[in-house]
């Protein structure tokens, strides 16, 4: 860089000036050599890494879901969705890894992130399972249903019975489920409050009416 060189008058002061200066100088040098070296070298395994993966780690039947280099500690993963991985197939994958040129302390894993029901019996369980579900949501969406017309019909019928018996103060309209130690049943009910006692002629008269209403064969009449 021709910058300008003092030269100093005591010659064991020049040399020990030198020594100082290659010193420091060395110092700078080999860790500077160091990293750049292992960042080649770390750039060399993830290209190779890549090039493994997008040639050679195909499978019949799997998917690759997912890959993870990991430079630091020279490890491949791989995570396959599909077909159940034997070992033969891992096998194969470990002889086409070995067949490029990674160091010897560099690692290829396999794993099964999920794999097709291949036992019957075990196909059977899950098609059962989701029958019953099917079943649970079916009788869920049915009971939802249910509450929904009787939130909408609870107010007509109380306008209704108002109109023939006027001491009815309030009509609530709910699926009871009364259980027993064999079966479960699920019953209409109406819950009447009223301001004064109706006759027993005329509760079986409402009874009769909210059958025809609801459109049930039972309803279960509760005066409060």
Known sequence: LKFPIKHLLNEKAELKSKRVVWAISLLTFLPSLYFGYAFIQDN??????NSFID????????????????VANRKITLTYG??????????????????????????????????????KG?????????????????????????????NIMGGVIFKELKINYPAIG????????????????????????????IPEEDLKKI???LKIRLAVDTVNLIIK
Request: glycine fraction near 4%; include cysteine.
């Open 170 to 197: 309030s009509v609530s309209l709910v699926n009871i489920v009364s259980y027993n130690d064999s079966t479960k049943v699920s019953l209409p009910s109406c819950i009447i409050s009223a301001k004064e006692v």
């Open 55 to 70: 040639k050679e780690t195909k499978l019949k039947d799997d998917y690759l879901l997912n890959k993870n280099i990991d």
């Open 44 to 49: 060399r395994f993830n290209d190779l890494a």
């Open 122 to 150: 075990n196909m059977e369980h899950s098609v059962n399972i989701l029958s019953e579900k099917d079943a649970m949501i079916v009788n869920l969406q049915h009971q939802v249903d249910t509450l929904g017309k009787y």
């Open 82 to 119: 599909g077909a159940k991985i034997t070992d033969e197939d891992i096998s194969l994958l470990q002889d086409r890894f070995a067949g490029y040129n990674f160091k010897n302390n560099s690692t290829l894993e396999i794993q099964q992130g999920f794999s097709y029901l291949e036992d």
């Open 207 to 209: 009874n009769a009416w």
